[in-house]
Nanobody
Framework: QVQLVESGGGLVQPGGSLRLSCAAS????????MSWYRQAPGKARELVAT????????NYADFVKGRFTISRDNGKKTVYLQMNSLKPEDTAVYYC????????WGQGTQVTVSS
């Protein structure tokens, strides 16, 4: 069955960095675009970044442009989210998502930005 397993979350100080990973299995990863979403307490889930299947094209939400980078290793069936210059407002649960049908979500990983 399809599995998306995120890792790499944690507590970081403002201005710090984290790299999230999402290990995929159960589908042809190299043919699927992949996305990262986040959901802060009391807020709707929002799109953070998307990568095409090859990784050659990416898109970002305005609030992370220049700070976050999505990348992927199709050989390892893993998508990454490098997060730099983190702000307290980046605190959220971050989810990996397979956006093409059928859609699948990971279980999420908590990122907390606080001093």
């Amino acid at each position: 069955q399809v599995q998306l397993v995120e890792s790499g979350g944690g507590l970081v100080q403002p201005g710090g960095s984290l790299r999230l990973s999402c290990a995929a299995s159960g589908f042809t990863f190299s043919r699927s675009p992949m996305s990262w979403y986040r959901q802060a307490p009391g807020k709707a889930r929002e799109l953070v970044a998307t990568s095409t299947s090859t990784g050659r094209s990416t898109n970002y939400a305005d609030f992370v442009k220049g700070r976050f980078t999505i990348s992927r290793d199709n050989g390892k069936k893993t998508v990454y989210l490098q997060m730099n210059s983190l702000k307290p407002e980046d605190t959220a649960v971050y989810y990996c998502m397979k956006p093409d049908l059928p859609v699948y979500w990971g279980q999420g990983t908590q990122v907390t930005v606080s001093s």
